[in-house]
């Protein structure tokens, strides 16, 4: 039923429209020209302005032809860098770039699944419920396109991402939630050769407090990282000012918050201690997903990849995805694996096969979620 040269076509065709973060408008264009000719209507929401992009997100109605639970299916535009120019070449059972750029499978393997799969729906005349496609920008910078969406728009009761690694039948359950963390550090100037006694130097300063403070894996489901360290003028001045950038993340809101009020009270105590002031500012990057096995949006995943013969498995993951936000926004979300591999760099592929299996995911996650209705349940 899925038309593998249409699929592998659509594919090739729309990786070799660029859609680098933030200079998305190509893709979208694309995307309301191919969803128009199949008789839908992309709105595009008022988020460019927001993210500071050409475009904004894109979002699909395919109203219902049969009762049941109200999907929502959900993949970025946007690609990372070496983006332009993208040759896909179809090499056996795999597709990948020339080697000059990433391939973008990482997102578009998930958008050709999803539009092969709304053929599919139209030319069998397939029983679906409600269906909503959000089709989302600046995914690759921090999710600015899912922050930036108005939720309120959407009616769906649960909700698949499209964007995990992994084989189809991978179903992210867990992920963590993340504070961005900013500390300044205030000291004094002074000549380091002729009066350094009259200076405090806050790169001095900074150093003890990290170095009182634990860095790297916290527990099992925790862990901390600075990463950035930026400050001082010139080699014969006691720097005056320094800034250290950091995060945390857990998949316990609670120990995040503990960590990161930790971390905070003993960078200002031990800054301070030593004649400094110290500035804090944190702020919650995604929300944490926490789901069970037994969750509607688990279980109908994982009966329908059985019932197309793939193995289920529940994963957790270290990083946010825009169903961070979709599941924040109170709408049960699960990303799922689309099979594309060493994504962010230049060797990136995707096996055919998977891009197969995706496509058949996606129809029988819309299958169940008509079939386990219960007005349907004799069908
Ligand atoms: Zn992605």
């Given amino acids: 039923m899925v038309n593998k040269d249409r699929l592998i076509k659509g594919f090739c065709n729309m990786v070799s429209i660029a859609s680098v973060s933030g200079r998305e408008a190509a893709m979208r264009d694309w995307l309301i020209k191919e969803l128009g000719r199949r008789g839908y209507r992309a709105d595009e929401d008022g988020s460019a302005a927001i993210v500071g992009g050409d475009s904004g997100n894109l979002l699909v109605h395919v109203p219902a032809k049969a009762p049941g639970k109200k999907l929502l299916f959900s993949a970025h535009m946007d690609t990372v860098e070496p983006g332009e120019g993208i040759d896909p070449v179809v090499d056996g059972g795999i597709i990948r770039s020339r080697g000059q750029t990433i391939l973008g499978a990482d997102d578009k393997a998930a958008i050709a699944a999803l539009l092969e799969a709304l053929d599919v729906i139209a030319e069998n005349q397939r029983l679906h419920a409600d269906l909503e496609i959000l089709f989302t920008v600046g995914e690759e910078q921090g999710l600015k ?46 000549h380091a050769g002729i009066n350094p006694e009259a200076g405090i130097n806050s790169i001095h300063l900074a150093a003890q407090a990290l170095a009182a403070m634990p860095c790297g894996r916290i527990d099992a489901e925790t862990t901390c990282n600075f990463g950035v360290i930026q400050g001082g003028q010139a ?21 995040l918050d503990k960590l990161t009020a930790s971390l905070t009270q003993t960078f200002c105590a031990q800054v301070e201690k030593l004649g400094g002031q110290a500035k804090t500012t944190t702020r919650l990057l995604y929300p944490e997903i926490s789901l069970q096995p037994g969750d509607e949006v688990v279980r109908l995943a994982s009966q329908a990849a059985r019932s197309i013969g793939l193995n289920p498995r529940l994963i957790k993951t270290g990083g946010g995805s825009d169903a961070s936000i979709i599941h924040g926004a109170g709408i049960p979300c699960a990303n799922l694996g689309v099979g594309m591999q060493k994504v962010h760099s230049c060797e990136e592929y ?20 008509v079939a386990q209705h219960p007005k349907n349940e004799s069908m």
């Fill in 235 to 255: 080699r014969n001045i006691v720097a005056e000012y320094c800034r250290v950038g950091g995060e945390a993340r857990s998949l316990s809101r609670s120990k």
């Fill in 145 to 190: 396109g899912a922050k930036a969406f108005d939720f309120s728009l959407l009616q769906a009761e649960m909700g698949y991402v499209l964007d995990a690694g992994g084989e189809p039948g991978s179903i992210v359950i867990q992920s963590p939630c993340q504070n961005e963390i900013e500390y300044e550090v205030l000291g004094r100037a002074a």
């Fill in 350 to 369: 995707i096996r055919i096969c998977d891009l197969l299996d995706v496509t058949r995911l996606i129809l029988a996650i819309i299958d169940q979620a």
